[in-house]
Nanobody
Framework: QVYLVESGGGLVQAGGSLRLSCAAS????????MGWYRQAPGKQRELVAR???????NYADSVKGRFTISRDNAKNTVYLQMNNLKSEDTAVYYC?????????WGQGTQVTASS
């Protein structure tokens, strides 16, 4: 079992920045990929960014150049630095981890960018 706890969401004006953190605990040695997904009202959950244990990253086209995902394996924590936020980035952001072939989710944190 892997437990994920997110922090760092909030309200920011469009053009501003936020940094999300996700701390993993439990069976963390099996965690291979960690990432961030988001879900806006009335929309499906979508991938924002993900990072492997080795540091390889993938980003949604809509956030490339604005968001950066990073990972501290020693602290079992993944971060999402979000710059130049837009109103369309408003959503609940969920931390995600894959371990031993299973997928785990955090409780979600609200990010609101007001225009």
């Amino acid at each position: 079992q892997v437990y994920l706890v997110e922090s760092g969401g909030g309200l920011v004006q469009a053009g501003g920045s936020l940094r999300l953190s996700c701390a993993a605990s439990g069976s963390i040695f099996g965690v291979s990929v960690m990432g961030w997904y988001r879900q806006a009202p009335g929309k499906q959950r979508e991938l924002v960014a993900r990072i492997t244990r080795g540091g390889s990253t993938n980003y949604a086209d809509s956030v490339k150049g604005r968001f950066t995902i990073s990972r501290d394996n020693a602290k079992n924590t993944v971060y999402l630095q979000m710059n130049n936020l837009k109103s369309e980035d408003t959503a609940v952001y969920y931390c995600n981890a894959v371990a031993y072939g299973q997928t785990y989710w955090g409780q979600g944190t609200q990010v609101t960018a007001s225009s």
